[in-house]
Every structure is written in structure tokens, then in C-alpha cells.
């Protein structure tokens, strides 16, 4: 991982696109230019990440402060690179920073998507959710945070 900078907006802006773009056409939610325009309204480069593989980019994620611990954002990979432990490895080394810290991390992912999973696998459990997004929260110290890559993140 590598801290991200401001000219990386675009590209991160285009994988949400993809990557989420089969869960908001399920739920009825899919506008091709607000999913690429709310990433832009939010990023904040200071708290964000970029995943590389093999020097390529391959995604994203953010952990920006809150009064109450961190939010996890903008956590995408490229589809090729899903379901092969690089997304575990990467929120393995999160958490352990924020187990580290104390501090808890929330979340929300829409409801119905795959990714849950992996959030629960980490320990994440539902605060509360309606009919678009499931809001997780996972306290310090609850479930793994043992997967190990290299990373930049300071």
C-alpha cells in the first residue's frame, strides 16, 4: 500500500464504479455518474490508501477519523484480485493499527453484498441497518487481525 494523492481521485473514482455497480443495479440504486461523483465529494487523500499489486494499482481503501474511533471507506479491489486473501490482508493490517491505537472502526456496506463477509470474518458486527446499508462496528480487539503485507500507511 502506498498513501494516495489527489491524482488518484479518478481512478479510484472509476473501480467503485465496477465494483459496485452489481449491488446497487440489485437494489435499484445504479446512477453511473453519482457513484463515480460521491467518491469524489468524499475523498480525502490524507486518509486514504492505494492498493498496489505488482507495482499496478489494484485499489483502495480509507480509515479517516472520527469522534468515536475511524470510519472504513472506499474499500475496493479490482475484481480480478477479489477472493484471493488480498482484501483480508489488507484489513488485517488496518486492524491491527487500530487494536493497537484502541480505538473502534465503523463501517456500512450495502445490504446483500459479499463483502459483508469479510467484515464479519474481522470481527464487524451490525449496529444497525436499513433498507439500502448495513452499518457494522467492530471493537478493538474483536476477531482476527493477523494477516501480514507490507505497507507505507504511517
Not at 13 to 22: G, H, N, S, T
Not at 63 to 76: I, K, N, Q, V
Not at 126 to 154: C, K, N, Y
Amino acid at each position: 500500500m502506498r498513501p494516495a494523492r489527489p491524482t488518484d481521485v479518478e481512478a479510484i473514482a472509476e473501480l467503485r464504479a465496477v465494483v459496485m455497480r452489481p449491488d446497487l443495479e440489485r437494489l435499484g440504486r445504479y446512477d453511473e455518474h453519482r457513484v463515480r461523483q460521491r467518491l469524489r465529494d468524499g475523498f480525502r487523500a490524507q486518509h486514504t490508501s492505494v492498493i498496489t499489486v505488482a507495482g499496478a494499482f489494484a485499489g483502495s481503501v480509507a480509515l479517516r477519523p472520527s469522534e468515536t474511533g475511524h470510519w472504513l471507506e472506499h474499500f475496493y479491489l479490482a475484481p480480478a484480485l477479489q477472493g484471493r486473501g488480498l482484501g483480508s490482508a489488507v484489513l488485517g493490517t488496518l486492524l491491527r493499527r487500530t487494536d493497537t491505537s484502541g480505538h473502534a472502526i465503523r463501517l456500512n456496506v450495502l445490504q446483500g453484498s459479499p463483502a459483508r463477509h469479510l467484515y464479519e470474518r474481522h470481527g464487524f458486527t451490525v449496529e444497525r441497518q436499513d433498507a439500502v446499508d448495513v452499518f457494522m462496528l467492530r471493537l478493538p480487539g474483536a476477531g482476527p487481525a493477523t494477516s501480514v503485507i507490507r505497507t507505507t500507511l504511517g
